[in-house]
Structures are given as structure tokens and as C-alpha cells.
């Protein structure tokens, strides 16, 4: 067996235990009693230091140098060895007592939030979560210092490597230049229209979740490999084999079950669409979370608010719930689906408006690793800066920072990725309907096979062989272009149709 060989499987070794990992976060989240927390919270500080002395053994690093001495020239073993490097370098600048300290304090503090987020009461998890924040500060400074970096660019790269704040920031300014022209365009042409129909419930919650499966499952997902089932925050994990999406329902409507799992759905596909040759291996991966937000937003956002497909999804709908068939027509979902609202929640937030919110979390966690805002004032600032993009403020913190679950399980640095992921999104769909002129015609029948056959190709079998910005160039011609998510928007909420 070559050093490079040996290094491979070591790091199989690694991702089988993130897999061990994935599995209990999992269970934690659907199915684990509260009594559990405790007793999960040391499952998972160990597996997580397990896969972490596993990465700084030294023997590894002896592997990896004598790997480099003569380096694989096949592209993926080479862009393998690449990342194992940097996996491990990543590893090394963290000590293990900070590995294990972060996995309890992520966990005891998501248990909390909970309870937290149900009573809307932000004192409950403020000293979880300073808790949480002091160790970020501590793991962001170390990796920074590592790889020559600011505190939270290194934080960003362990979610979308390549990618940065500078890069970023001037994004997120001419979206929100674009936003502030565009939002009140929308509405007042929205307003011009009239609303859309509501359809007329209950919707039963076994109903909403026997549709989400057949919906999914329509798209591609293969159940044999796959789970659905209930959570307070929508989420895909499990593994590539054995992937993992829930979501939340409400009998008072059904989109938001539905839409959900379309999102989660996209996540799953793009595991499971992974090449099996590169499998446990770092260029086998997803390509960043960037990359896996536009995956799920092109079923959500491109595919399942289109009015080809919406043509497909009116006759599912009115299968399971029933009513008046008028209700279900193509314009009347579309008008339901793409309605422009300013609202509090980020996942009820329409494609308009969405990247306001992600752009206030982008901020205020910025400000958070670098000690400019304190756990303290986060509802203070969140609701000042909230007020600013959208016009309106939280009326108490379930509606603010409480909201989401992302900084209370310890993860800065993630949210930019929903945004890059939309705008990739836009682009992806653009070079989709190049390629295949009658792609409506398909969605119109709920045939997703070509959609799915083309990012199988293009993103799903390239895994993590490119970084982001590589990779939208060899699918779809060029880098990142914002420009894209503009035009869509434009298309779809200011034309004439």
C-alpha cells in the first residue's frame, strides 16, 4: 500500500465516524427523548475527538508528506491529496480539548434553544450561547492564525472553501441596493393583480406527509436510501446511502411541508449523486455548502414554483385534499407560491426577500467572532438591523434571533451560503434551459429525469473535485454571476406576466 493509499484510508476511517456522527444528530433531532441530551452530548464529544486524534496522528502526516514527495498525477487522487492536506492542517490547528469542549457546548445549547425558541425567551440560551460563541472566537482565531486568514473568512472556508467575506460583501450590498428598488416594485405590481385563492383546509398532517413522500420521491429520491420524517427544523443528513430529510407540518396549510421537503429533497440528491468510486474521501464530498444550497434551491425555487411544474403539482394536490378544482390551477398555485410578503421567519421568506435575511445573519455573526456585539445585544441588534433591510421588527425573539438553529449547534459562518446558493441556483437553471429547450414540457408532466440526468453530470459527479466558483465555470461557462439572480427575479416578479 502507498503513503497515498494509507492516507485515503485513513480519512475513510474519519468520514465513516462523521457518518456515526451524522446518524445521532439525526436521532437527536426526530427521535432522541429530552432525558437524552446529556448522556448524546458526550456520545458525540468523543466521536468527534476520535475523529479528530485520527486526523493529527502523526503517522498521517508522515503519509501525506511522503504522498507529496511524489504526488499522484491522476486529477482526483491529486485534488484528494490537496484536501487531505488542508483537512488535516484544519485539525491540527485545533486542539482536542476545543474539539471536545465545542461538540458539549453545541449540543447542550441546541437542547436549550428548544425549549428557548417555544417560550420566545432569549435569557433561557444566552449563557449557552455565549458559551458556544467564546468557543467559535477561540476555534476561529486558531484556524486563522493557521491559514493566514481573518477569524471568520477561516470559519466560512470550513462551509464553501475559496470563499470569502471580501467576496461576499459587495454581493450582499448590490442585492440589497437591488432589493430596495425591486421589493416595492413587486408589490405594488403584486397589489395590481389581486391575491391568489387560498385553498381551503384542514390539511391533515398524515395526508401532507404520504404527498411530501410521493413528491419526493417523483424527483428522483430513492426511498430505498432515504427517510422522511418530522422535526422542529427541517434538515437533510444521514449519509450518502442513507440520507435523512424531515420536515414540520401544520394543518392550517400545506406549502410549507411541501416546498420544505422539495428543499431538503435537492440536499439528498446531491448525496446521493455522488460518485461511489470517490466515496469517504474529501474530493468525493459535496463540493461546500454553497454548492448544496444551490441544489436544493433549483428544485425549490426553480423547479417547484415554476408554472410548468405548478401545472403538474395542482392535480396532486387536489387528489389529497379535494375542494374546489379551480383553486388548484397553475396561476392561482403560482400566485400563492411567489407571493411577496415581508415577513419575519426565514424559511416562510419568499425568493425576494430571503436574502435580506440571510445578509442581517451574515453581520451580526461577523460582529459576533469579532467581538463587536455581544450575546447580550444579538435581539437588540437583530431587530434594529432587521428593521433596516425589511422595514418591519420582530415582535419578540421567536420571531428574531431565536428563530434559527444554526448558531445555537455552534455553526458561523454557514448562512452566505444560502444566498451564493440561490444566486448559483438562478445560473444553473439558465444553463439547464440552454441545454434543454423542452424542459418545461417535462416539469409540465412532473418528469424531473433530465433536470436530474444534467446535474448529475455537471455538479453531482464533479463532487468535490473543483472548488465553487471552478465549478459553476465548467457547468454552466462562468463563475458566480449575480447578475443571474437579478434576471430571475426581474423575469419572474416585475414582468408583465
Known amino acids: 500500500m502507498t503513503a497515498y493509499d494509507r492516507a485515503a484510508a485513513r480519512f475513510a476511517r474519519i468520514a465513516t465516524v462523521g457518518e456515526a456522527i451524522a446518524m445521532l444528530n439525526w436521532d437527536a433531532s426526530v427521535m432522541m427523548p429530552p432525558g437524552g441530551a446529556a448522556a448524546r452530548g458526550d456520545q458525540l464529544a468523543v466521536l468527534s475527538g476520535l475523529a479528530h486524534e485520527l486526523t493529527v496522528d502523526p503517522r498521517l502526516a508522515d503519509d501525506l508528506a511522503e504522498a507529496e514527495a511524489a504526488p499522484p498525477q491522476e486529477p482526483w487522487a491529486a485534488a484528494n491529496l490537496a484536501l487531505m492536506r488542508h483537512r488535516r492542517a484544519q485539525a491540527v490547528a485545533l486542539p482536542a ?25 432569549f435569557a433561557m440560551v444566552q449563557p449557552y450561547l455565549e458559551e458556544v460563541v467564546r468557543l467559535t472566537r477561540a476555534q476561529a482565531t486558531a484556524l486563522g492564525e ?63 406527509e404520504a404527498l411530501c413522500r410521493r413528491l419526493s420521491a417523483s424527483a428522483g429520491l430513492d426511498y430505498t436510501h432515504a427517510r422522511l420524517d418530522r422535526s422542529a427544523h427541517p434538515f437533510s443528513g444521514g449519509t450518502p446511502t442513507d440520507t435523512r430529510i424531515t420536515s414540520r407540518y401544520s394543518e392550517d396549510e400545506c406549502f410549507q411541508s411541501i416546498m420544505g421537503v422539495m428543499h431538503e429533497t435537492g440536499h439528498a440528491l446531491y448525496e446521493t449523486g455522488l460518485p461511489q468510486a470517490h466515496a469517504r474521501l474529501p474530493v468525493g464530498e459535496a463540493a461546500g455548502m454553497a454548492a448544496h444550497e444551490s441544489q436544493s434551491l433549483l428544485i425549490e425555487l426553480q423547479v417547484c414554483r415554476s408554472d410548468a411544474w405548478l401545472s403538474w403539482l395542482g392535480p396532486q394536490l387536489h387528489a389529497a385534499f379535494g375542494g374546489d378544482p379551480a383553486l388548484y390551477r397553475a396561476e392561482n398555485l403560482g400566485r400563492l407560491l411567489r407571493h411577496v410578503e415581508r415577513g419575519f421567519i426565514r424559511v416562510e421568506a419568499n425568493e425576494v426577500t430571503y436574502p435580506a435575511h440571510v445578509i442581517l445573519r451574515f453581520r ?29 421588527t420582530p415582535p419578540d425573539d421567536r420571531r428574531g434571533c431565536l428563530q434559527d438553529i444554526h448558531w445555537y449547534d455552534g455553526a458561523f459562518g454557514y448562512f452566505p451560503s444560502y444566498t451564493l446558493g440561490a444566486m448559483a441556483a438562478a445560473q444553473i437553471m439558465a444553463a439547464i434551459r440552454r441545454d434543454l429547450p423542452d424542459l418545461d414540457a417535462a416539469l409540465a408532466e412532473g418528469d424531473l429525469s433530465g433536470l436530474l440526468g444534467w446535474v448529475r453530470r455537471e455538479i453531482h459527479g464533479r463532487a468535490n473535485l473543483l472548488g465553487f466558483n471552478d465549478l459553476l465555470r465548467a457547468a454552466t461557462g462562468k463563475p458566480l454571476d449575480a447578475q443571474a439572480f437579478e434576471a430571475h427575479l426581474t423575469a419572474r416578479y416585475l414582468g408583465p406576466g
Open 146 to 208: 493557521t491559514f493566514g486568514m481573518a477569524p471568520y473568512d477561516a470559519l466560512m472556508d470550513l462551509y464553501q472553501r475559496g470563499i470569502v467575506a471580501a467576496d461576499v460583501e459587495p454581493v450582499f450590498s448590490a442585492y440589497e441596493l437591488f432589493l430596495g428598488d425591486a421589493l416595492p416594485r413587486a408589490e405594488a405590481i403584486q397589489a395590481s393583480r389581486g391575491p391568489g385563492q387560498p385553498l381551503s383546509g384542514p390539511f391533515p398532517t398524515d395526508l401532507q
Open 97 to 121: 480539548d476545543l474539539v471536545e469542549a465545542q461538540s458539549r457546548a453545541n449540543s447542550a445549547c441546541e437542547s436549550v434553544w428548544r425549549r428557548a425558541r417555544a417560550a420566545s425567551d
Open 364 to 392: 451580526l455573526e461577523r460582529a459576533l467572532i469579532a467581538g463587536d456585539l455581544t450575546v447580550a445585544d444579538l435581539p437588540g441588534a437583530w431587530n434594529e438591523g432587521f428593521a433596516a433591510l425589511l422595514g418591519i
